[in-house]
């Protein structure tokens, strides 16, 4: 693969431009806002998003979109996925139409209830077998600081997967290929949505068997949803399944947990909101258009539908066990 552009310098997409210039790719990272791209430029630092992390000397940074752009072979979409569709029809006119599309948000838009590899379809009139998607248990801060993780890239093109692998595969960083692009994306989405569950059991004082009960019921209403939407089962069993979903909802370092768990501690959604600092926590808006897609394909996600209420109708954290435990009992499957 050739040099490749990283669009969104956050946490993850300047993270995930460290692990592709590791792994010997050449690239470049745009920013927004130019004073970032001069600090990766000359301290090689990124100190708003990554703290104290030495980032690549190969590393180039810009903020400008066709400096960035020239000769990519490849582009890495790394901005919140509620402002995919905005960004891309900004850079339309500028990507080569036969650039390898790398998606690493994790939402589903509100409003169109869009998967990001469907928004990048729509927005750039590219096939679908030209968008890859990258997911996985992948906290960005513990792969900056080179922690071995692995993770997924998923592709309907299994050779345009390999070549994406090629290009990311590090020694602490191991890419598996799949070709279920539907539910890598659904696994990566709906994470976010269940740690801000647990977050809230946390925030409650709740312990391990309810954090335990969420993880497992909350992958059942993924994989019913995913399955309604054509994924493969086994995939929610996999990095972009499980794998993504015990990290995040586990770790002190998710904004989507550490989000909840303020509301669980009796924070209100501007509150939580604040004190995010601008970072992004995907589930609080992929809540309702999860929700939404759910709903339009009859399929049951009480905990979704549970966030939902918290986040957006004023539903007191303190009352979401005594709504899911008292549901209608029933089989497990
Ligand atoms: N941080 C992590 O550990 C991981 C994040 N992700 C996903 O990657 C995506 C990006 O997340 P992060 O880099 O963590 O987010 P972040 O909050 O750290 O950074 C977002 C980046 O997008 C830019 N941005 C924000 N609004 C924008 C807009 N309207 N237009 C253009 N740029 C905008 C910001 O300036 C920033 O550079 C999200 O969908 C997230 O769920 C996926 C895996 C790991
Ligand atoms: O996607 C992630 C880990 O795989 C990051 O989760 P948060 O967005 O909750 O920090």
Request: net charge neutral; proline share 5%; aromatic share 4%.
């Amino acid at each position: 693969m050739g040099p490749i552009a990283v669009f969104g310098a956050g946490s993850w997409g300047t993270t995930f431009a460290k692990v592709l210039a590791d792994a010997g790719s050449e690239v470049t990272l745009w920013a927004r806002r130019a004073s970032v791209a001069e600090s990766i430029t000359t301290s090689r630092t990124n100190p708003d998003y990554l703290p104290g992390v030495e980032l690549p000397a190969t590393l180039k940074s810009t903020s400008d979109p066709r400096v960035a752009l020239a000769g990519a072979s490849a582009v890495v979409l790394a901005v919140p996925s509620q402002s995919l569709r905005h960004n891309l029809t900004a850079w339309r006119g500028l990507i080569d139409p036969s650039v390898t599309l790398i998606s690493l948000a994790k939402g589903v838009e509100l409003g169109t209830l869009a998967r990001m590899s469907q928004v990048v379809v729509e927005v750039l009139g590219v096939p679908e077998n030209q968008v890859a998607v990258v997911s996985g248990p992948n906290l960005a801060k513990e792969i900056a600081a080179e922690q071995p993780t692995a993770a997924v890239i998923a592709c309907t093109d299994h050779d345009r997967a390999v070549r994406v692998q090629q290009a990311c595969t590090t020694g602490y960083f191991r890419p598996y290929t799949i070709t279920d692009v539907v539910g890598a994306e659904l696994g990566g989405a709906c994470k976010n949505v269940i740690a801000l569950s647990c977050g809230m059991a946390g925030g409650l004082g709740f312990g391990d068997n309810t954090l335990a009960t969420l993880i497992t019921r909350g992958l059942a209403e993924t994989a019913r949803l995913g399955v309604a939407l054509g994924a493969d089962p086994m995939t929610f069993a996999g990095l972009a399944g499980l794998g993504d979903l015990v990290a995040t909802c586990s770790s002190p370092l998710s904004r989507n947990r550490t989000f909840g768990e303020r509301l669980g501690r009796g924070e209100t959604v501007r509150q939580a909101q604040d004190a995010a600092h601008g970072q992004v926590a995907e589930g609080v808006k992929s809540c309702s258009s999860i929700r939404d897609l759910a709903m339009r394909h009859g399929v049951e996600m009480p905990i979704t539908e549970v966030v939902h209420r918290v986040c957006h109708d004023g539903f007191d954290p303190r009352e979401m066990a005594a709504d899911l435990i008292g549901r209608k009992t029933k089989p497990e499957r």
